[in-house]
């Protein structure tokens, strides 16, 4: 009798683990991850090109026909360095017509203030002679008409000479006038000469417009002019990189703005010289947004002298560390529940398992990357939570653990949103396997 109650305890004990089988085979089996602390970056990543503090294009004020030209790309230059040579000759004779014509009435003001003023000042003493004697002579005509001894008319010709004469000492002083400093022929004279000196002036602008000049300490980026060529004012003949700090110009997506500050440290690598990074920081963020881009214009500062090999326009990779946490606990944005509101600070949810069976946990969610979010509330370290699949809240599950750390921050290029793995390390120019999905999905509009 109890041997066959022990069967009968062992057939239900068979049943039961069968069962159980039965049961746990019929419970989805649904990917998860344990909940642990691990350091998280938040970063952005974009495109940059090279920028000096200002470019400008120089070229002829005159139409002329290019001589010589003096420097080719890639030149440094001075400031006054002559880069273009133009056509002079005829600029040049212009320019000895205008010193002969102040030679000219240079000496005929000194001619005036010496030799004129001698012989103007000869002419009216001799004037005043003159008509002293016509006086005189008047004097006597009267005196010997009124005695009888001559006829009236001899008194007419005494009067009109005396006429003549004071007209010829009046003509006399006010030539002696005109030849005086303030007098009507020096000044006359001394407009000219200002005229002429004006000529001078012009003419050697002129002339000096024949000589394309370096407007500061540049380099030459391009040059567009050969000899022989003719060129017009308004025509840019090179164009010159100004001495001064090389900058960095990006174009961020305005959604990312509240992510920038200015003095937040980068990282810049070249894509031709992923071996050579170099530092930077955020110098200036445009006050306006570009609307047709919807795109913002970000200026980096270099910490240190520029690298050999930057070219002006040069297209960079820049790295922006935006946000921080030394330890966090970390959770992938993919056990998110309620995706719809993933992109706000509220309390979402996540499925956990406990003693087999998925529950609902809300969580509160602090910094966020493009593939993880700090937990700030809900979850603790230890917690298995669930990844997706078609596990329901209250039903049993199977649980396949695995691996998960935050995705690599991708390489060079990849732009968007990273967030880096605790303890991991890319190669220099190495990118991450979803570099192409970062750039879509946190970049493209």
Known sequence: MKRRWIWIAGIVAVIAVAALAWLSLRSPQVAAIEMHSAP?????????????????????????RVVKVLVDDGAVVRQGDVLVQLESDELRAALTQAQASVNQIQARLAGLRSTGRTAARAAVMQADATLRTAQAELVRTQQLVAQGFVSASRLDEAQRAVDVARAQQTSAQAQSLANADAGTDVVQNQAQLDQARAAITTAQARLAQTQVIAPANARVLTRQVEPGQIVQPGKALMSLALAGPTQLIAQVDERFLEQLQTGQSTSVVADAFPDQRFSARVLSIAPAVDAQRGAIEVKFSLDTAPPAFLREDMTLSVEVETAKRPRALVLPLSALRSQASSTSATALTVL??????????????????LDAAEVLEGLAQGDIVLLGGDAKPDKRVRVKLQAW???VSAGPGALGLTSTAPGASAAPGARAPDAGAAMTNAIGR
């Not at 970056?41 to 294009?57: E, G, H, K, N, P």
């Not at 956990?352 to 990357?369: C, D, S």
């Open 40 to 64: 998280l970056v938040r970063s952005l990543q974009f495109s940059a090109r090279v920028a000096t503090l200002s470019r400008v294009d120089v070229g002829s004020t005159i139409t002329a």
């Open 352 to 369: 956990i398992v406990q003693e087999g069976r998925a529950q609902v946990r809300p969580v509160r969610l602090g910094l966020r990357t």
């Open 405 to 407: 750390q935050p995705s």
